[in-house]
């Protein structure tokens, strides 16, 4: 449904979504080789990679929804210097011996930026121009520049998906909310190594009226963009 400002009301839980023209960004969380692929960060700590992997074709398809309207896509990837100096002892340390933060895996040195699973998924790559956030921590605003770039572009608004639903989705929802940013956290585009968590770390999002912001399906938001692209197209 359109409104007759420039809001389109998607469809979403506690309450419609009013994603406004021109103030949405679309935010894919660390869809990185080493959290989807075998042999990875992910694998290391215990986790079946394959959980993640069903996120991919949904947010490939509301990627190219959001390219075709003109919202803009930014990436983040989770990660270290090589040196290892931004990455603390307490982080450092978890995983398997031999398999921790900066240990040789297949894909190259475990989430260290310039290898091979630092990167994000062949399926989900960046196009030129696009905006990549490196960041050390889980929300994409610690040690960033994030917000100067939302803020740049006049973005007030975030549809969040990617990896993993109960750590950085959730950390970055939680600092997106409370930085006044408006989320909108799109279910079958974000995933998690437990079913469990999935579940409720959306359930955790949309309670209390919204505590951290909305839940919608990438169908609705997908429909939602197409008809923002009906409307720009459509002479009054
Ligand atoms: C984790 C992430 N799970 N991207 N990182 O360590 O959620």
């Known amino acids: 449904m359109t409104s007759p400002d420039s809001r389109i009301e998607v469809p979403a839980e506690p309450t419609a979504f009013p994603l406004v023209e021109g103030a949405t960004a679309l935010i894919v969380i660390d869809m990185q080789r080493d959290f989807l692929l075998p042999g990875g960060f992910g694998e290391s700590l215990g986790n079946d990679v394959s959980l993640l992997q069903r996120v991919v074709e949904p947010l490939a398809g509301l990627i190219a929804a959001a ?13 270290h210097l090589p040196d290892l100096s931004d990455c603390p002892p307490a982080k450092l340390h978890r995983g398997a011996p031999s398999k921790r933060i900066g240990d040789p895996g297949p894909s190259g040195r475990i989430l260290v930026r310039g290898e091979y699973g630092h990167d994000i998924v062949d399926e989900l790559r960046p196009l030129p121009g696009e905006v990549v956030i490196d960041k050390p921590g889980k929300g994409a605003f610690y040690a960033t520049d994030l917000q100067q770039v939302l803020a740049d572009a006049g973005i007030t608004q975030l549809i969040v998906t990617g990896v993993t639903t109960e750590v950085c989705v959730h950390t970055t929802t939680r600092e997106a909310n409370d930085r006044g940013y408006e989320c909108l956290v799109v279910s079958d585009c974000v995933g998690s190594y437990f079913p469990e968590f999935q ?10 009226g919204g505590i951290f912001g909305w839940v919608a399906s990438s169908d609705d938001v997908v429909a939602a963009l197409a008809s923002l692209s009906a409307r720009t197209t459509t002479p009054a």
Do not use: D, F, N
Not at 67 to 79: F, L
């Open 67 to 79: 390219r075709a309207v003109g919202v803009p896509v930014i990436h983040t990837r989770e990660g």
């Open 199 to 208: 579940r409720v770390g959306l359930e955790m999002v949309k309670a209390q």
